[in-house]
């Protein structure tokens, strides 16, 4: 049994570190992208991309999401600013995001 936490660790410890590759990350610029396409696969692509974020965030982040508020809503927000945001379409969309919903919906 005291072997256990040993092997486990050693197992860890040989696993290699897990970097970000960042072709296989979207930008603010391809978010954009594919929240501007009118087609059913792609809205309901931003639709979830969005809810994720959602999901992710809270006070501690500085964003406080007034109740009632729609997800088509907060993609509409979120995808104009990305879009008219050169500085945003340079991000990592996931950062893009977060710094839009943390300027729209700011905690009081």
């Known amino acids: 049994m005291q072997r256990l ?3 486990l660790a050693a197992a860890l410890l040989s696993l290699p570190a ?10 603010g610029a391809g978010f954009s992208e594919a929240c501007t396409r009118a087609n059913e696969s792609w809205i309901s692509f931003c639709n ?15 964003i406080c999401i007034p109740s009632g508020t729609t997800r088509t809503e907060l993609v ?3 995808e104009k600013a990305i879009t008219g945001s050169d500085q945003l379409k340079a991000l990592n969309a996931n950062e893009a ?3 839009v919903m943390r300027k729209s919906y700011p905690c009081p």
């Open 5 to 7: 936490p040993i092997t």
């Open 18 to 27: 897990f970097a970000q590759d960042s072709s296989t990350q979207m930008t």
């Open 48 to 62: 979830g991309y969005i809810q994720a974020a959602v999901d992710s965030v809270g006070k501690r982040d500085g």
């Open 76 to 78: 509409t927000v979120v």
């Open 97 to 99: 995001v977060h710094f």
